[in-house]
């Protein structure tokens, strides 16, 4: 057991994938919450002041890059890995624009997402390979 | 002055020019003048003192002992109490050529000249024209004038005459008979009455003039008049003869019935007051080029106001009806009901348009429920592998490698489900824009059929409207479909572009073509529905292409709000 867990935030609407990302992470990091939208991701965020924050793309009220974008701009957490089922560059490009350096694809997070917290959490980026 | 009579006779004999001979009672000649002697080319002494009958050329001619002698006559004039004639001969040649000249006017005029005598009740008519060409009749009956006519007029030719004498003034009548050769003829008979200084009718002097010609050209007229008439009231089509102002002079029942106006309304009404507004710029344009002589005629389909208020739809078709000089007189205008086709093209067009708008929306629910359910369950069973994998010791091999087979199996269901989803729905179209997504189609097609796709797309796109966008990447995977499937080719192309105020879509292969031109036959349901989404959005869709020199589908779509469909026709 590591000495320091580094406190999450997740953000995701789909239950059931959000149950087993939980089981996922919950060995590797400190889950502080889980939020269901956008609007909520920046509210908790504000007030939890998480190390890192895991958040879908498609959610209700505001997209996971509008939110990460605002977290990143108002400083309140730099260290965002967008967790998507979309596999579009420009989605990509769009991310990176945002200040979101880490891109896991869904499909892949069962091997992806915890290096990409690592890596996001050094101040490093991470992107999923796009191609199937 | 001697101006004994044989010195009056001398000078008379020799002044007159015209050729004279005195004569005994018993006709010997006593004397004769020196134009008479020139005629007769004799010398004095063969002539005077030799009886009439042997001079050479001499013939008996007339009834009141007039004579000839080489053709030329002689009338006679008994002298001094009848024992001394004296033979004159006048100049007949300018009378000949008077009667000749009225001969050619009765000729040309197809008019003969008569008399009825009602003193003897006969008729001379000195001409063979004018009667129906029988030859000219001297002093016939009134049976034998009348015969000559149809049976079925002679009692209104002589009704008229007579009627006419009675009332000592004048007629008119048109009447039929038969020509000698056999045809029917037309005459008109025109009378004068005549009377004696007491005032009681003596003759009747008239002439008869041929008038075929006239009645036939009469005859088909009316019958033209007639048909035109049978049309014009029967047709089933809206008919008006509008002047050239565009005020109707004339309109038929058909037009009364789709207008709902009565024609006496219709003539007090310009055609723009019973035309939409929105139509009445075009069609007076039109009949402007059309009165003006710009246009032979136009065609136009346009929308009628009828006196109830409701709209029509007609097919018109106008024309001119020039004067000899050109010079618009009437433009005749035949008005069709489409109302009810007008209603099923709109009906189709809905249809269609209802038929592809949730076939879109359909899909893309699909794709949805696809991406982001089954998608996101099947991620989330990869994870639960992966979390399992991590509790597994690393050396358990043979489970790890299970599991990564495992992973590898589901891995390959989420790529099968996107792939299907994404077919169904481009979700990258409204993530990112037409030109990613037709990036990343062009990408996949390449990969997925062996033909090297290049696109080349301006920047400027991301404005465009969503159903836009999706019209043109439906209509850029058809076409690269039928590329990869007919054309042969291993690199396509495909290129976006703004052209105006529209965007152009534009696919071409180098493969081996076909006939553009032939009947589309081959026009799969692709193309139809190709060609269909673009009209949707009041586009258009080309392709050209011919065997051997590959393909080139070009689709456009305007940009600018689109119009009512259907309210431009």
């Known amino acids: 057991m590591p000495a320091f867990r580094p406190r999450l935030l997740l953000a995701d609407d789909h239950e059931e994938f959000l149950e087993e990302v939980i089981r996922l992470l ?45 977290l990143v701009e108002t400083r ?57 | 002055m001697d ?24 006709r010997v000649v006593l004397e004769a003048n020196r134009a008479a002697l020139r005629w007769m080319e004799l010398r004095r002494d063969a002539v005077v003192g030799h009886s009439l009958s042997e001079l050479p050329g001499w013939k008996e001619a007339g009834s009141s002992g007039g004579f000839e002698i080489r053709h030329r006559e002689f009338s006679v004039q008994q002298l001094d109490g009848g024992e001394l004639l004296i033979a ?68 209104r030719v002589l009704a008229e005459a007579e009627a006419a004498v009675a009332s000592r003034s004048g007629f008119r009548v048109e009447a039929r008979g038969y020509a000698p050769e056999g045809g029917l003829k037309w005459v008109a008979v025109t009378g004068a009455v005549r009377c004696d200084e007491t005032g009681y009718p003596v003759r009747v002097d008239g002439v008869t003039i041929d008038i075929t010609e006239r009645k036939l050209t009469e005859l088909r007229l009316r019958e ?87 709209l029509m739809w007609g097919r018109l078709v106008v024309s001119a009806v020039r004067d000899a000089s050109g010079q618009a007189v009437f433009g005749i205008g035949m008005v069709e009901d489409i109302t009810a086709r007008k209603r099923v093209e709109r009906e189709l ?72 989803s994404h077919e169904l729905h481009p979700a990258v179209l409204e993530l990112a824009g037409i030109v990613p997504a037709l990036r990343s189609h062009c990408k996949q097609f390449s990969t997925d059929n062996g033909v090297a796709v290049t696109l080349d797309a301006e920047s400027n796109f991301e404005n465009i409207p969503a159903e836009v966008a999706l019209c043109l990447y439906r209509v850029a995977q058809e076409a690269l479909q039928n590329v990869a499937k007919h054309s042969g080719a291993k690199e396509a192309s ?26 589309a036959s081959h026009a799969g349901l692709g ?34 709000a689109p119009e009512a469909v259907g309210q431009s026709a």
């Open chain 2, 224 to 310: 033209s008049e007639a048909r035109f008439r049978a049309i014009f009231e029967n047709a089933g089509i809206g008919i008006a003869l509008v002047g050239p102002g565009g005020i109707p002079v004339a309109c038929n029942p058909a037009l009364e019935q789709l207008l709902g106006y009565s024609a006496s309304e219709l003539q007090k009404m310009h055609f723009s007051e019973f035309t939409h507004h929105e139509d009445v710029k075009r069609d007076l344009a039109l009949y402007q080029d059309l009165i003006s002589g710009r246009r032979r005629r136009y065609e136009v389909e346009k929308r009628y106001l009828r006196k109830d208020g409701e």
């Open chain 2, 3 to 26: 101006l004994s009579p044989s010195a009056l006779l001398e000078a008379i004999l020799e002044g007159a020019r015209d050729p004279l001979l005195v004569l005994s009672r018993d």
């Open chain 2, 527 to 560: 193309l139809v529905s190709m060609k269909e989404r673009a009209r949707l959005l009041n586009g258009s869709l080309k392709i050209s292409s011919s065997p051997g020199e590959g393909a080139t589908l070009e689709v456009s779509i305007p940009l600018t």
């Open chain 2, 349 to 420: 067009l809905s249809l269609s348009d209802k038929l592809i708008t949730t076939q879109e929306q359909e899909r893309s629910r699909i794709a949805r429920e696809l991406h982001d359910g089954l998608g996101q369950q099947i991620a989330a069973l990869s994870i639960a592998v992966a979390s399992m994998k991590r509790q597994v010791p690393e050396h358990v091999t043979v489970a790890r490698e299970q599991m990564t087979r495992l992973q590898q199996r589901i891995a390959s269901i989420s790529e099968g489900v996107r792939r299907i």
């Open chain 2, 494 to 519: 495909v290129r976006l572009q703004h052209s105006g105020e529209s965007v152009v879509l534009t696919v071409a292969d180098h493969g081996r073509g076909f006939d553009a031109d032939a009947p």
């Open chain 1, 26 to 70: 919950a060995g590797e990091f400190e889950l502080v919450g889980v939020v269901r939208d956008g609007a909520e991701l920046i509210e908790c965020a504000g007030k939890l002041n998480p190390d890192a924050v895991v958040t879908d793309f498609k959610m209700p009220k505001l997209t996971g890059i509008l939110a990460g974008r605002k």
């Open chain 1, 76 to 132: 309140v957490c730099a260290a965002i890995v967008l967790l998507t089922m979309y596999r579009d560059p420009q989605l990509v490009r769009d991310a990176l624009d945002a200040g979101i350096r880490g891109y896991v694809l869904k499909d892949r997070a069962g091997e992806d997402l915890i290096p990409a917290i690592r890596r996001v959490l050094d101040g490093d980026t991470f992107v999923s390979t796009l191609a199937s």
């Open chain 2, 88 to 155: 004159e001969s006048r100049d007949n040649t300018a009378v000949e050529e008077e009667r000749r000249y009225e001969r050619l006017v009765f000729e040309l005029a197809n008019m003969g000249v008569w008399t009825w005598d009602l003193a003897t009740d006969t008729v001379t008519n000195r001409s063979e024209h004018g009667l129906f060409g029988w030859p000219a009749m001297v002093d016939a009956s009134r049976h034998q004038v009348l015969q000559r006519f149809h049976p079925d007029d002679r009692g």
